[in-house]
């Protein structure tokens, strides 16, 4: 055993830190699993010694059944799991039992009975049995479709439904791939954010693949893109969504590795210019595995000089898990730059060792900027710099926070992957958060780029975009006070978001929610006929919403008092019979405002 073991370890040091092939992933597997097998298998008969019988039953019982786990496991992930449902591959494994009863037991007329009768079971089972009931956990709604993608073990499936498509990971939800008929546009602020701040645009590593937006725009920023995912089955996914990833598999320059990116990290001989992670939380058991101090070691190692690392950090989990997380980033990386991902509840790290140089305009590819184009305004569209410049949370010479009241998260003792998930801090005060001592008021006000006041519309737009941060909650307050006409421009700003993404967007369902809202802002802003004419589109599209019918009252009562009771008659004559609410008629009778600003 002790020359199995060195030699297991030579073979390792001297084979294993180039790419393994399928012959030295076996050769590892038989060294590493003889020691076990012979310790496992000698226990039993050694306790025997006193009785042969038994001991030989003993050690032939236990040969059988460490053959017949490797044999049944083999065949789960070669063959059963990629060709059968769940139900289909239950209803195998309970025919294997039917027939192991039948050959190890008496033959009894009332055990064949019992035999067939299972037996009918299963068949029903694989009849009857739909797949969309072991992947239902939450994640689907009636109406949706389900398509599994199945490879060795690993599995991915893509449920279409009536908002758009979305992935889930073994049954459990991840993300959305297309909503409201527009692609995930916030999964685009990573790949941005890598092109911008990048020094070179010429090699990239994406960790995780998932849908393929982040991939696929970062492919097109970058020369060469190294994309590894972990999942088989997500690498088979990728060709059914071609639209929505770029084309990413056909785009030159892209390599899809099947691969822990750790242990491809570890064995990577080149540099890259960016490592981009946008793999899960650490509290999921298998991302906390790079989320600890060695793995941004790992990552060092493979960056060049003045490479930069993207990660993310949620802003709802646990403070002590992402302490830890942070402590470990500022161990290997001193310097830090935050983003705020707009749309989301997570921030954007990225992890440096110089301070970041000066950042290079960026250029959108057309297909990247119609993705973009509902959630960016237009000039923003033609300098997306200056989107990231407003996300941007800390100047570019901040030194990563280390917190000295938790632990590093380390391998042998990951504190974010129990520790997450268990926090009854949230939701306390911006000085509860990890990021406090970075994002006190003052630096959230003020740019964090030049540390002087912005003019007026890029802090009322800067205010929009961080209005979703849980720590932004009450700030908003702080400005309105310091600016009182700053809540009107945030209004006009969110006006003229909101007509944007209405040009924009194809899904009548979403389109109807933006009239409402234009609506409602145009009212505000003293915009009457914009008001009413939004709130006419959203009752025509939706004649039996109580809300579009009440936001369109309110909007003829408004330019019926300002001077349009003709306008406000008009539309009562023509809407009013089809009025689905009787007390909003008594309400909002709109004659009514005729003879009120007639003075009568």
Same mark, same amino acid.
């Given at each position: 055993?002790?020359?199995?073991?060195?030699?297991?370890?030579?073979?390792?040091?001297?084979?294993?830190?180039?790419?393994?092939?399928?012959?030295?992933?076996?050769?590892?597997?038989?060294?590493?699993?003889?020691?076990?097998?012979?310790?496992?298998?000698?226990?039993?008969?050694?306790?025997?010694?006193?009785?042969?019988?038994c001991?030989?039953?003993?050690?032939?019982? =236990?040969?059988?059944?460490?053959?017949?786990?490797f044999v049944?496991?083999?065949?789960?992930?070669?063959?059963?799991?990629?060709?059968?449902?769940?139900?289909?591959?239950?209803?195998?494994?309970?025919?294997?039992?039917?027939?192991?009863?039948?050959?190890?037991?008496?033959?009894?007329?009332a055990?064949?009975?019992?035999?067939?009768?299972?037996?009918?079971?299963?068949?029903?089972l694989?009849?009857?049995?739909?797949e969309?009931?072991?992947?239902?956990? #939450?994640?689907?709604?009636?109406?949706?479709?389900?398509?599994?993608?199945?490879?060795?073990?690993?599995?991915?499936e893509?449920?279409?439904?009536?908002?758009?498509?979305?992935?889930?990971?073994?049954?459990?939800?991840? =993300?959305?791939?297309?909503?409201?008929?527009q692609?995930?546009?916030?999964?685009l602020?990573?790949? @941005?954010?890598?092109?911008?701040?990048?020094?070179?645009?010429?090699r990239?590593?994406?960790?995780?693949?998932?849908?393929?937006?982040?991939?696929?725009?970062?492919?097109?920023?970058?020369?060469?893109?190294?994309?590894?995912?972990?999942?088989?089955?997500?690498?088979?996914?990728?060709?059914?969504l071609? *639209?929505?990833?770029?084309?990413l598999?056909?785009?030159?320059?892209?390599?899809?590795?099947?691969?822990?990116?750790?242990?491809?990290?570890a064995?990577?001989?080149?540099?890259?210019?960016?490592?981009?992670?946008?793999?899960?939380?650490?509290?999921?058991?298998f991302?906390?595995?790079?989320?600890?101090?060695?793995?941004?070691?790992?990552v060092?190692?493979?960056?060049?000089?003045?490479?930069?690392?993207?990660?993310?950090?949620?802003?709802?989990?646990?403070?002590?898990?992402?302490?830890s997380?942070?402590?470990?980033?500022?161990?290997?990386?001193?310097?830090?730059? =935050?983003?705020?991902?707009? #749309?989301?509840?997570?921030?954007?790290?990225?992890?440096?060792?110089?301070?970041?140089?000066?950042?290079?305009?960026i250029?959108?590819?057309?297909?990247?900027?119609?993705?973009?184009?509902?959630?960016?305004?237009?000039?923003?569209?033609?300098?997306?710099?200056?989107? @990231?410049?407003?996300?941007?949370?800390?100047?570019?010479?901040?030194?990563?926070?280390?917190?000295?009241?938790?632990?590093?998260?380390? *391998?042998?003792?990951?504190?974010?992957?129990?520790?997450?998930?268990?926090?009854?801090?949230?939701?306390?005060?911006?000085?509860?958060?990890?990021?406090?001592?970075?994002?006190?008021?003052?630096?959230?006000?003020?740019?964090?780029?030049?540390?002087?006041?912005?003019?007026?519309?890029?802090?009322?737009?800067?205010?929009?975009?961080?209005?979703?941060?849980?720590?932004?909650?009450?700030?908003?307050?702080?400005?309105?006070d310091?600016q009182?006409?700053?809540?009107?421009?945030?209004e006009?700003?969110?006006?003229?978001?909101?007509?944007?993404?209405?040009?924009?967007?194809?899904?009548?369902?979403?389109?109807?929610?933006?009239?409402?809202?234009?609506?409602?802002?145009?009212?505000?802003?003293?915009?009457?006929?914009?008001?009413?004419?939004? #709130?006419?589109?959203?009752?025509?599209?939706?004649?039996?919403?109580?809300?579009?019918w009440?936001e369109?009252?309110?909007?003829?009562?408004?330019?019926?008092?300002?001077?349009?009771?003709?306008?406000?008659?008009?539309?009562?004559?023509?809407?009013?019979?089809?009025?689905?609410?009787?007390?909003?008629v008594? *309400?909002f009778?709109f004659?009514?405002?005729a003879?009120?600003?007639? #003075?009568?």
């Amino acid at each position: 055993c002790a020359g199995i073991l060195f030699s297991g370890y030579v073979y390792s040091v001297l084979v294993l830190t180039a790419t393994p092939t399928i012959l030295d992933k076996v050769l590892a597997s038989t060294l590493l699993i003889m020691p076990a097998t012979v310790f496992l298998g000698a226990t039993i008969p050694t306790l025997t010694l006193a009785h042969s019988t038994c001991r030989a039953m003993a050690g032939w019982l =236990l040969f059988f059944s460490c053959v017949g786990n490797f044999v049944g496991f083999s065949l789960h992930s070669l063959v059963l799991h990629k060709s059968l449902t769940w139900s289909q591959e239950l209803s195998f494994g309970l025919a294997f039992l039917i027939v192991a009863s039948l050959i190890c037991q008496n033959r009894s007329k009332a055990r064949w009975g019992l035999m067939v009768l299972i037996g009918c079971g299963a068949l029903i089972l694989i009849c009857t049995w739909s797949e969309r009931q072991f992947y239902g956990l #939450g994640a689907l709604k009636i109406g949706d479709t389900l398509k599994v993608y199945k490879k060795a073990g690993d599995s991915m499936e893509l449920v279409k439904g009536k908002n758009g498509l979305r992935l889930t990971y073994h049954g459990h939800r991840s =993300l959305d791939v297309i909503r409201y008929g527009q692609i995930a546009s916030t999964e685009l602020i990573s790949p @941005l954010s890598s092109a911008y701040f990048a020094p070179r645009r010429e090699r990239a590593c994406v960790i995780g693949l998932g849908s393929g937006i982040t991939a696929g725009a970062t492919a097109a920023f970058f020369e060469r893109t190294d994309i590894v995912e972990i999942n088989a089955a997500a690498i088979e996914m990728i060709w059914d969504l071609t *639209d929505a990833n770029f084309a990413l598999k056909s785009r030159e320059g892209v390599k899809l590795i099947h691969d822990d990116a750790r242990s491809y990290l570890a064995r990577f001989k080149g540099e890259y210019d960016v490592v981009l992670n946008t793999a899960s939380t650490p509290d999921y058991f298998f991302a906390s595995k790079i989320a600890t101090r060695e793995f941004y070691e790992i990552v060092s190692r493979s960056l060049k000089p003045d490479g930069i690392f993207v990660t993310w950090l949620g802003l709802t989990g646990d403070n002590r898990a992402v302490k830890s997380v942070l402590s470990a980033l500022g161990s290997v990386f001193p310097f830090v730059q =935050l983003l705020f991902r707009s #749309g989301g509840s997570y921030i954007l790290v990225l992890g440096l060792r110089p301070p970041l140089a000066n950042s290079k305009p960026i250029k959108l590819p057309d297909k990247i900027k119609n993705a973009l184009a509902p959630i960016l305004l237009p000039e923003e569209l033609h300098s997306p710099e200056k989107f @990231l410049q407003l996300l941007q949370l800390t100047p570019k010479a901040t030194k990563t926070p280390i917190p000295a009241d938790v632990p590093v998260n380390e *391998d042998n003792y990951p504190v974010a992957e129990f520790q997450d998930g268990n926090s009854q801090e949230l939701g306390k005060a911006p000085s509860s958060s990890p990021f406090s001592a970075l994002l006190s008021p003052e630096t959230v006000v003020l740019s964090p780029v030049t540390q002087k006041p912005m003019d007026e519309r890029s802090l009322a737009r800067r205010v929009l975009l961080l209005s979703d941060a849980p720590w932004f909650k009450g700030l908003n307050i702080l400005l309105f006070d310091r600016q009182p006409n700053l809540a009107s421009v945030v209004e006009k700003i969110a006006l003229e978001q909101a007509q944007n993404e209405l040009k924009n967007v194809n899904y009548e369902k979403r389109k109807n929610v933006l009239r409402l809202i234009i609506c409602r802002l145009a009212l505000r802003a003293k915009q009457y006929t914009l008001a009413v004419d939004m #709130g006419e589109a959203a009752v025509l599209a939706s004649p039996r919403s109580g809300m579009a019918w009440r936001e369109l009252a309110l909007a003829c009562k408004a330019i019926g008092k300002k001077g349009r009771a003709d306008y406000a008659q008009q539309m009562w004559l023509i809407l009013g019979p089809h009025w689905p609410d009787k007390k909003l008629v008594r *309400d909002f009778h709109f004659p009514y405002f005729a003879v009120e600003e007639s #003075g009568m």
